[in-house]
């Protein structure tokens, strides 16, 4: 661009380019909005500390209690369809109440959605169990640029549209669904972020950090709101530029896997990885070897690490995860999961680690709003005034009401299904509630209207299809 006299444009002329831009939109599909987004500024935190911590903590903070007072928040995630399979072999084994935390609570894990494949029967018991269903997406589409991309219509066409399946087919309350990640992790940077804000979502868990993870994860980052600019590092462009009130994000903490040398920067790390089915595990393919990666960067995260120079630095105690896919687990890799028993096996020795706590993301978020210290949080047992609490869940009142959200008998439904633009064509089965989460009956949708992208098309043409109308 070289400046010129006549880059100085009249307020007609501005007007003329306006229509123009506006008519162009309209010719190719393209979405303008009315008033631009408002830029993230750097975090006023007394202006933050006014809306209080249940509506803005600025990112970069931690919390007020002191280091040594902390519990240490861990989650479990899975993403992709929640099948009988891993049901079966995988996660009846984890939350079968043989876990428990500090409370005596069953520990309970985050799992992110997507359609196809989805036993919805089973995301009803689950969530009965109190476990957490977000979304990601109902295509999952295997090219990055299309998320990338994607306009906030599409973003919400993917999100809401996986939030009313869940609550239709899984007799659900769409509004228990508030939590979201991106397919592969490829966040839509301000497009996606502004649909989550304009949709009743509580936060997003799709944005990896490096520079706070991965051999600094003794240092890592908080979960904070999107009122002001972030200093959370960007690993996997665009991370969004404007200011989302109230919008939490839980950043992603890289683990370091056990390829040692892979990394030139550090020749005597392992490499870095989001996910943990994403980690390199050399040399003997055995279960204590995916125990002895997970303690080591458990450790990390519970007690600290040493720096550059040697001198020991202890842990801040920030929220950590280890996010995968169920699909890890499977076949002749059945050592992951064995090796990721162990580690919890160790974990919840409460004569170890009398203050890990294993809960689903949206009670981390809840700690957050509300933080105690450990002797808070043990007082408190298992009552809901705790936000790690299940005595709802285990009495089957409130939210857990065993008179209501009831799933009956699952149905399997048969598709035939054409979507060229995903690569799915044939027969195709899911299971669903036999009732809604109002009480009545539902039947399958007609074979001929397989639920995916398409307001019209989210449910298949079961009623109400409803979206969260918090």
Not at 167 to 174: K, L, N, R
Not at 322 to 340: D, P, R, S, T, V
Not at 437 to 449: I, S, T
């Amino acid at each position: 661009f070289v400046p010129t006299a006549v880059t100085v444009l009249s307020a007609m002329e501005k007007k003329r380019l306006i229509l123009l831009a506006a008519a162009l939109a309209s010719l190719f599909g393209v979405v303008i909005s009315d008033e631009e987004c408002t830029p993230a500024t750097k975090c006023d935190q007394a202006a933050c500390e006014a809306l209080g911590p249940e509506n803005c903590h600025c990112s970069g903070n931690e919390t007020s209690i002191p280091i040594a007072d902390r519990p240490m928040i861990v989650y479990l995630t899975f993403d992709d369809a929640f099948t009988a399979i891993a049901e079966s072999q995988f996660y009846h084994g984890l939350f079968d109440g043989s876990y428990t935390n500090p409370n005596e609570c069953s520990i309970r894990a985050t799992h992110f959605v997507t359609q196809s494949y989805t036993d919805y029967s089973l995301v009803n018991r689950y969530w009965h169990l109190g476990h957490e269903m977000a979304a990601h997406s109902i295509t999952h589409r295997n090219d990055v640029k299309y998320w990338e991309n994607l306009s906030v219509d599409g973003w919400k066409d993917e999100m809401v549209g996986m939030r009313k399946m869940i609550g239709q087919f899984a007799s659900i309350d769409p509004c228990q669904v508030t939590g979201s990640r991106a397919p592969f992790l490829q966040g839509g940077g301000d497009n996606m972020f502004q649909m989550l804000a304009e949709n009743s979502f509580l936060y997003d868990c799709s944005w990896p950090t490096r520079a706070y993870g991965y051999i600094d994860a003794e240092m890592g980052l908080y979960p904070y709101t999107l009122d002001y600019s972030s200093v959370q590092d960007c690993p996997i462009k665009p991370c969004p530029e404007c200011a989302y009130p109230g919008l939490w994000v839980q950043p992603m903490t890289d683990l370091e896997d056990e390829w040692i040398g892979s990394n030139p920067s550090c020749p005597t790390c392992g490499n870095l990885c989001s996910m943990l089915d994403g980690c390199v595990i050399m040399g003997d393919q055995t279960k204590e070897h995916v125990y002895d990666m997970l303690m080591k960067n458990f450790e990390r995260v519970y007690s600290g690490d040493t720096d550059d120079f040697g001198d020991f630095q202890p842990s801040n105690r920030a929220p950590w995860g280890l996010y995968m896919h169920a699909a890890w687990f499977f076949g002749e890799q059945i050592w992951h999961y064995e090796g990721y028993k162990m580690f919890l096996d160790e974990i919840t020795d409460k004569e170890k680690y009398p203050d890990v706590w294993i809960v689903p993301i949206n009670a981390g978020l809840k700690y957050m709003q509300n933080p105690m210290n450990q002797a808070q949080l043990v007082e408190l047992g298992k009552s809901d005034e705790s936000p790690f609490g299940c005595q709802s869940i285990e009495d089957k009142t409130g939210v857990y009401d065993s008179t209501k959200n009831r799933c009956g008998n699952a149905q399997s439904c048969r598709f035939i299904v054409d979507e060229p633009d995903d690569g799915i064509s044939g027969e195709r089965y899911m299971s669903i509630c036999g009732y809604k989460a109002n009480g009545d009956r539902q039947n399958c949708p007609a074979e001929d209207q397989y639920p995916w992208l398409g307001e019209e098309n989210h449910c298949g043409g079961n009623t109400p299809c409803d979206d969260c109308s918090a």
